[in-house]
């Protein structure tokens, strides 16, 4: 059975960095993707990055493109979201997600994290 556990969440002021990490266990095949996805109070879950598990294929949200890099590990599995230049509408809860398909559709996602609260102050 996969599980996702997100850390790396805080409190930063406009114009600074987190990075989160997304550690995964369980047999994930390198055909799925892995996906950032956040959901701030009050709107939907959003598309942020996701990834080929096989290491491939990054893709962005125009929002955060050139501001977040979404990472591999040492085995070259994706597991970290490098975000810099941040904004208060960056705000929100971050998730990590596994999913069987190259989607940035939150319902194609099956397997989730329990999330991670980025607050972003201006």
């Known amino acids: 059975q996969v599980q996702l556990i997100e850390s790396g969440g805080g409190l930063v002021q406009a114009g600074g960095s987190l990075r989160l990490t997304c550690s995964a266990s369980g047999r994930i095949f390198s055909s799925s993707t892995m996906g950032w996805f956040r959901q701030a109070p009050g709107k939907e879950r959003e598309f942020v990055a996701i990834?080929?598990?096989?290491?491939?294929?990054?893709k962005y949200a125009d929002s955060v493109k050139g501001r977040f890099a979404f990472s591999l590990d040492t085995a070259n599995k994706p597991k970290y979201l490098q975000m810099n230049n941040l904004k208060p509408e960056d705000t929100a809860v971050y998730y990590c997600?596994?999913?069987?398909?190259?989607?940035?559709?939150?319902?194609?996602?099956?397997?989730w994290g329990q999330g991670t609260q980025v607050t972003v102050s201006s």
């Open positions: 997600a596994i999913g069987p398909s190259y989607s940035i559709v939150p319902s194609d996602y099956n397997v």
């Open positions: 990834r080929r598990y096989s290491g491939n294929s990054p």
